[in-house]
Nanobody, 118 residues
Framework: QVQLVESGGGLVQAGGSLRLSCAAS????????MGWYRQAPGNERELVAS???????NYADSVKGRFTISRDNAKNTVYLQMNSLEPEDTAVYYC????????????WGQGTQVTVSS
């Protein structure tokens, strides 16, 4: 099993910044893709950003230019730097990783609340 521990959420005013962290531990073989998703009330969970083990990144159009995803492979940790936050960014943010080589499995964090006030 792999455990994911998220931190860094909170309440911030519009235009502010937050940095989310997600540390993986346990039966780690090789972490391939690491990503952040979010889910606002009444909405489906959506991809915010992802990063491969080669450092290739992908962002939702709504966060391009404002959010930056990065990872520290030595620490099995993924980060999401969120700048110029907007009220529309309010959601529960979930960390997601894919672990394994031939047999791969995905894991989810418990979620961290991000609230942006106007």
């Amino acid at each position: 099993q792999v455990q994911l521990v998220e931190s860094g959420g909170g309440l911030v005013q519009a235009g502010g910044s937050l940095r989310l962290s997600c540390a993986a531990s346990g039966s780690i073989v090789r972490i391939n893709v690491m990503g952040w998703y979010r889910q606002a009330p009444g909405n489906e969970r959506e991809l915010v950003a992802s990063i491969t083990n080669f450092g290739v990144t992908n962002y939702a159009d709504s966060v391009k230019g404002r959010f930056t995803i990065s990872r520290d492979n030595a620490k099995n940790t993924v980060y999401l730097q969120m700048n110029s936050l907007e009220p529309e960014d309010t959601a529960v943010y979930y960390c997601n990783i894919e672990n394994g080589l031939i047999s791969r499995r995905t894991y989810w964090g418990q979620g961290t609340q991000v609230t942006v006030s106007s």
